[in-house]
């Protein structure tokens, strides 16, 4: 009962302030993990402990599944270079820089347990980054590029802490140990991703059932991270393969209506598993610093040392590489390198999350030969990694944008390319139409052609309008239509003239009219 309650009461927590943060236009990671911070200090409150399995099997496969199902595939292949050399590459790179530092700072501890340490903090949170670079409009390409680095960073991150555990607790680990751990945790993730995917999308080829799409939708992640870890494969690269096969076949594997309940229970599901993750992100500091014990001054210098090499190492990282692969003729040719100033922004969007304080908390207890470490130390250090960039990065990354001039897309050029695709899809639609028009009567036909042209020119309106348009004004007035029909529907439930089944399903033909003219009405 205790924990349900205290379920309820984070859960109002995350809905009350993601609506402050959207009322007052602030970044919902960053109040959330603020938020988080204050309650910890608040005497009594109660206790969140965070258990490292829940994050890496519960949590962090739903949120990869979806970010994966939204993104887009050629855009991904497209920028491929870009997304493993930050990955794998600069993934690797921080590890090793930050396992460098802090042995070099605390000797007496083992190399591998500082490599470990240096593995938790490496890679960049799955939600934090993306969530704010499409909040403040970054370019699409950016975007694409850190949503990429983001869907596989975790992969090598989990590799290169599981194998520095394995070394720092006395078991011997060779070159090809090493080689068996990285084929089958890569290899064996993308095996198992592939037949995640050609699984799910079996069953949703032979499901019409939008609940039952749902469901199978819901459990994909899980199943496939479950088989991922029964084989000691790579369950990240397995949800991340899944997700970005099914997202990319969606169009084909469900029905319409399978499509768009599936769209709103995600998005519901990612809001709160977001904003619960950050808000227990924060409160984990009074736990954090129950057990730390080690003097202030030295760790002060140890935090700012290793919140300083992270940030570093991702600019150390980020400008020789850029500027190299600018020198391949492939990239040359395309156009496909990453300039200064977006090398600049994509270096400073590098926020940590919960899955480095997950790591750190299955920080073995203590190394070889049962030697005691400093465990908490390296805990407190992950933890202030996490704040640090949340806050520090996060909530600057808006202004490095705008001194920096990065311009987003040209939403004409989306209108225009939008419009032009509609016009050949109306163009099919109206052949299409022509070549069954004897199979239904002439006014039936005439309305389709009516609703056809309609559609087609709704998008070329939004061009260049500075005045309400025609599309607008239908929106505006069928709405105000649909407001006095539901008004009647409802008296006459009120006054039992129809039963209440009635009443809901004229309410749902109304509600999916009106989602459709919120479509026509958004914003350029």
């Known amino acids: 009962m205790n924990a349900l309650v205290v379920a309820v009461v984070l859960t109002v927590i995350v809905v009350a302030v993601s609506a402050l943060s959207r009322r007052y236009n602030l970044l919902n990671p960053i109040v959330l993990v603020v938020v988080g911070l204050a309650l910890a200090l608040i005497p009594g409150f109660p206790v969140v402990v965070l258990e490292p399995e829940v994050v890496l099997i519960g949590v962090l496969p739903p949120l990869l599944y979806v970010a994966a199902l939204e993104t887009s595939v050629p855009a991904f292949r497209h920028n491929i270079r870009s997304i493993l050399l930050l990955a794998v590459g600069l993934v690797i790179f921080t590890a090793v820089a930050v396992g460098l530092l802090v042995h070099a700072l605390l000797p007496q501890v083992p190399l591998a347990a500082c490599l470990a340490l240096g593995a938790v903090v490496a890679p960049p949170d799955a939600v934090a980054a993306t969530a704010i670079a499409k909040r403040i409009g970054l370019p699409r390409r950016l975007v694409t590029i850190l949503e990429g680095e983001s869907l596989l960073n975790d992969a090598t991150a989990l590799v290169i802490f599981r194998v520095t555990v394995v070394v720092a607790v006395g078991t011997a680990v060779g070159p090809m140990g090493v080689a068996q751990q990285v084929m089958l945790a890569a290899g064996g993730g993308v095996l198992v991703g592939a037949l995640g995917a050609l699984t799910a999308a079996f069953l949703h ?76 992100v924060g409160l984990q500091l009074r736990e954090v610093l129950a057990d730390l014990n080690t003097p202030f001054a030295e760790v002060a210098g140890l935090t700012l040392a290793v919140l300083a090499t992270v940030i570093i190492a991702r600019f150390a990282w980020m400008y020789p590489v850029a500027y190299l692969v600018r020198l391949l003729p492939m990239v040359r040719r395309h156009g496909t390198g990453i300039d200064f100033t977006g090398a600049t922004v994509i270096s400073w969007a590098g926020m940590r999350g919960v899955v480095t304080l997950a790591t750190a908390l299955a920080l073995p207890a203590v190394l070889a030969g049962r030697m005691p470490y ?44 939008e419009a032009q695709a509609q016009q050949q899809a109306s163009k099919a639609a109206r052949e299409r139409l022509e070549s069954l028009a004897d199979t239904a009567s002439p006014e039936v036909v005439d309305k389709l052609r009516l609703l056809t042209e309609r559609r087609s020119n709704a998008v070329w309106e939004r061009l260049g309008a500075d005045r309400e348009t025609p599309s607008a004004v239908y929106v505006r007035l069928r709405r105000e239509m649909l407001e006095a029909e539901r008004a009647v529907f409802r008296a006459a439930r009120d006054a039992g003239r129809i039963p209440e089944d009635v009443l809901v399903r004229a309410q749902r033909d109304m509600d999916l009219e009106e989602s459709m003219l919120e479509r026509m009405d958004r914003p350029a």
């Open 374 to 417: 400093p465990r908490a130390l390296f805990v407190w250090l992950a933890f202030a990694v996490i704040v640090g960039t949340l806050v520090l990065q996060g909530m600057t990354l808006p202004m490095v944008a705008r001194m920096l001039k990065v311009q987003a897309d040209d939403p004409t050029r989306d209108i225009l390319a």
């Open 205 to 280: 080829r032979r499901t019409r059932d939008p609940l039952l799409d749902n469901s199978i939708s819901l459990l994909t992640p899980f199943a496939v991270t479950v088989v991922a870890e029964l084989i000691h494969a790579s369950a990240v690269v397995a949800v991340v393969v899944t997700g970005l096969y099914l997202g990319h076949r969606m169009p084909t594997l469900m029905s319409a209506a399978s499509r768009l309940q599936m769209g709103a229970f995600w998005r519901m599901i990612t809001f709160m598993l977001e904003g619960l993750v950050f808000l227990v």
